[in-house]
């Protein structure tokens, strides 16, 4: 059975920590941007697993508080901060899973490929300092826009030779969450069960919530697909404008972003048991990149589970067919970019 949600796992890992503060493994992981508004309560989160003995906070600048801040709490895993380029290769030496949050987020009015000026070039020279340092970690892109930002890291990780597409992830799990909240909402369903996948990748119409497969099962209208779909892929937004200005999603991001985390660990740990959406390399279709369910193992991703797009109803048939353009375009700006700066 599917690990049903990150809640359940959250309230046994509660227990563990107020009972247990020995580390019940020894994975280090690094999180660069630690500083921002996702880094800081992501490395919070991050810092309540047992599965971690060691947590890497690194940043361009204002690490150094936030790492005092945390290694307070009484949990099992030293924390040490690292600022600058002069420090990253320490930062990411021995390192199981590289977390990065690192970058501009988005002000109303903007796409995320309006990010992508800025945050491709971040993202390029933290993957490459990864691959010089790392190149067997677990990396996770939280960077927008994802749909851009995996293909960039996957180009400079081939220009390094050590590109390892099953353990490059484009974290979506938020997407999930938020499907899984809004579905629990509307269908009055107990959160807790309620697992909907989403496939495609991270950006307006290209994420694609398959209702249809919804666990438990359940039923809806035409008008409830077309509501929940749209109010899914454009949840990102809602924050933007409620933010007015103050960036986006943090805290429900670090939420996500720790759920992906944890769950990569307990793979790497030999559970066989863990089951995630993330944008990933792909041939469920003709897109090199696409994000849909997959199982993860102790090397990444041991397969990707192609079963949610058999049997699609018309609504998502339809919607991921329009979605392949722009995911299409997405991922070869992101190549682009790369291959032009060899
Ligand atoms: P933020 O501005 O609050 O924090 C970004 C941090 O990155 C800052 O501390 C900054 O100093 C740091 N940074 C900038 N350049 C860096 C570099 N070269 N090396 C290391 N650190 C660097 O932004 P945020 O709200 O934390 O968002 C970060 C990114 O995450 C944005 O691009 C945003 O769009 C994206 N995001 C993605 C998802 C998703 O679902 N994948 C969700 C929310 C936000
Ligand atoms: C999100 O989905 O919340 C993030 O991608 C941030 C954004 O810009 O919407």
Not at 41 to 55: E, F, H, T
Not at 175 to 204: E, S, W
Not at 302 to 319: C, F
Request: aromatic share 6%; net charge neutral.
């Amino acid at each position: 059975a599917l690990r049903a949600s990150f809640a359940s796992k959250a309230q046994t890992q509660d227990r563990t920590i107020h009972y247990n503060l020995q580390p019940q493994a020894s994975f280090r992981v690094a999180v660069l941007g630690a500083a921002g508004g996702i880094g800081q309560p992501l490395a919070l989160l991050i810092k309540m697993s047992p599965l971690v003995s060691d947590l890497h906070l690194y940043d361009i600048a204002n690490v150094k508080g936030v790492a005092a801040d945390i290694s307070h709490c009484n949990t099992p895993s030293q924390v040490r901060d690292f600022t600058g380029a002069a420090e990253l290769a320490n930062c990411l030496k021995g390192v199981d899973v590289v977390v990065i949050p690192a970058g501009v987020p988005r002000k109303p009015g903007m796409t995320r490929d309006d990010l992508f000026n800025i945050n491709a070039g971040i993202v390029r020279d933290l993957v490459s300092a990864v691959a010089d340092n790392c190149p067997g970690a677990f990396i996770h892109i939280i960077s927008n826009p994802v749909n851009s930002t995996v293909p960039i890291a996957a180009e400079v990780l081939k220009q390094k030779g050590v590109y390892d597409p099953k353990k490059l992830f484009g974290v979506t799990t938020l997407d999930v969450v938020r499907a899984n909240t809004f579905v629990a909402q509307r269908k009055n369903l107990k959160l807790i069960d309620v697992d909907v996948p989403v496939v495609g990748g991270h950006a307006g119409i290209t994420i694609l919530p398959l209702l249809s497969k919804t666990k438990p099962s359940a039923s809806f209208t035409d008008e409830e697909i077309e509501e929940l779909t749209v109010r899914i892929q454009n949840a990102g937004t809602e924050v933007v404008e409620a933010k007015a200005g103050a960036g986006s999603a943090t805290l429900s991001m670090a939420y996500a972003a720790a759920r992906f985390v944890e769950s990569s660990l307990r793979a790497l740990d030999g559970d066989g048991d863990v089951y995630e959406c993330s944008f990933v390399q792909s041939d469920l279709t003709e897109l090199p990149f696409f994000a849909s369910r997959v199982k993860l193992g102790r090397k990444g991703v041991e397969a990707l589970i192609p079963s949610d797009l058999i049997g699609l109803i018309e609504y998502e048939q339809k919607a991921l067919e329009a979605l392949k353009p722009e995911l299409k375009a997405s991922i070869e700006k992101g190549i682009a970019f790369a291959q032009k700066q060899t």
